[in-house]
Each structure stands twice: as structure tokens, then as C-alpha cells.
């Protein structure tokens, strides 16, 4: 507390990394940056402490103004283990996907190419 101003607030401990305080915050539900804008490290997801980073496309067409950024986003552990298998998962359910579609093709006047055609479509 400033020793000439009695009723100064106090000051608090700021964990931020260095220009965090000024180019990112809060508006409400909104997240608003400068440019120039530094997020903490900290996870999107549970506000835990993050080491690893994920690049985040965002892209705005506000008043017919359209502005791109892209983000740095931390994310934990648990969460990056998360969305890898999310993703693997994903990509496994597509590889199927377009393999019965191509066999189900390659097999046009047979019931199984039928069967097949008509299971997915």
C-alpha cells in the first residue's frame, strides 16, 4: 500500500507473463485482444496450468469487416491426450465410412453392394 495515500487499493500478486494484463480481458462473455495480445498459459478447457500449445484459426466477419487471427491456446495434459484420441477415433469412423462406400460401388448389381449402399444412404 502506498505509504501518502491511505486509501490506495492494495496490491495483488499477478501471475501473468509480462503484457498479459494489458493487451487481454474480459467483457463480459466476450474475450477481447489487442493485436499484439498474449494469452496466459493456461488450459482453454479447465484453467489448469499448460506447457503445450495449439494453433486456433479464427476468422470474423463483423460490419462486413473481415478479420483473421491466429491464436496460441494452452491446453493440458489430460485434455491434449483427450483430443488426440478424439481425433483418432474420428479419423477411424471416416476411413470406414469411405471404404464400405467404395466397396459398396465396386459391388453394383450384387446384394452386398446393395445391402452395403443402402445401410449407409
Excluded at 35 to 58: H, M, W
Excluded at 86 to 95: A, P, T, Y
Amino acid at each position: 500500500m502506498d505509504q501518502d495515500n491511505p486509501y490506495a487499493s492494495p496490491a495483488i500478486a499477478d501471475d501473468r507473463p509480462s503484457g498479459t494484463a494489458k493487451t487481454c480481458w474480459r467483457d463480459n462473455e466476450l474475450l477481447v485482444m489487442r493485436e499484439d495480445g498474449i494469452l496466459p498459459q493456461r488450459c482453454v478447457y479447465c484453467n489448469a496450468p499448460s506447457q503445450a500449445t495449439f494453433k486456433f484459426d479464427v476468422t470474423s466477419s463483423f460490419t462486413f469487416r473481415i478479420r483473421s487471427a491466429i491464436l496460441d491456446l494452452g491446453i493440458c495434459d489430460s485434455h491434449r491426450r483427450q483430443a488426440r484420441r478424439n481425433l483418432f477415433i474420428r479419423s477411424s469412423v471416416d476411413l470406414v465410412g469411405i471404404s464400405m462406400l467404395l466397396i459398396s460401388f465396386s459391388l453394383p448389381l450384387s446384394r452386398i453392394g446393395m445391402l452395403l449402399f443402402a445401410l449407409f444412404f
